[in-house]
């Protein structure tokens, strides 16, 4: 899945992992960008500017069934598919994937982190992390999955948003 620009407009489209079978899955419903495809194929999460509705959205592959899940940027899929994770003002939260309460990843006070990603084992959350400490710069961390202190903080300086894969 990815974000197109040729009918003028950013656009959700989705091919094969061979290259055939391009086509379009959104049209006309506004600004669509940091799509995800859920690892069991059945959802696709993006961002959608749309009004005064924009936030994170969830719609079928086929393009039916567009569903509006929650405020927040840079959706991504717990490896189980069950839940989406994003963040808001710096904050990490997810929300289950088929709508419910956003859940607030704790971290220590005063540290913030952004474009979260899940392990492939779900034990543990990648994000660009910044220490709430003076004149603190953001790096990587590694977030017990349940919050709370990092279990391993790089010593490589990066962006406030950067994605990261594991």
């Known amino acids: 899945v990815y974000t197109s620009h040729a009918t003028g407009n950013p656009e959700l489209r989705v091919v094969n992992s061979d290259g055939s079978v391009d086509r379009q899955v959104t049209d006309g419903i506004g600004i669509c960008v940091f799509p995800s495809f859920s690892p069991d194929g059945r959802y696709i999460v993006f961002n959608l500017e749309k009004d005064s509705e924009s936030g994170i959205w969830r719609i079928d592959p086929d393009g039916k069934d567009l569903t509006f899940l929650t405020r927040g940027t840079l959706p991504t899929f717990s490896p189980d598919s069950q ?4 963040y808001i003002n710096r904050v990490v939260w997810y929300i289950p994937v088929e709508g419910g309460e956003p859940v ?39 977030i017990p999955m349940n919050g709370g202190k990092p279990i391993k903080v790089f010593d490589k300086i990066t962006y406030a948003i950067k994605g990261l894969r594991w």
């Open 104 to 142: 607030r990843i704790q971290l220590p006070e005063r540290d913030l982190a952004t474009a979260p990603v899940v392990s492939p084992d779900s034990t543990m959350i990648a994000a660009n992390y910044l220490v709430g400490e003076p004149n603190a710069e953001f790096k990587i961390g590694v």
């Open 83 to 86: 839940r989406v994770f994003y």
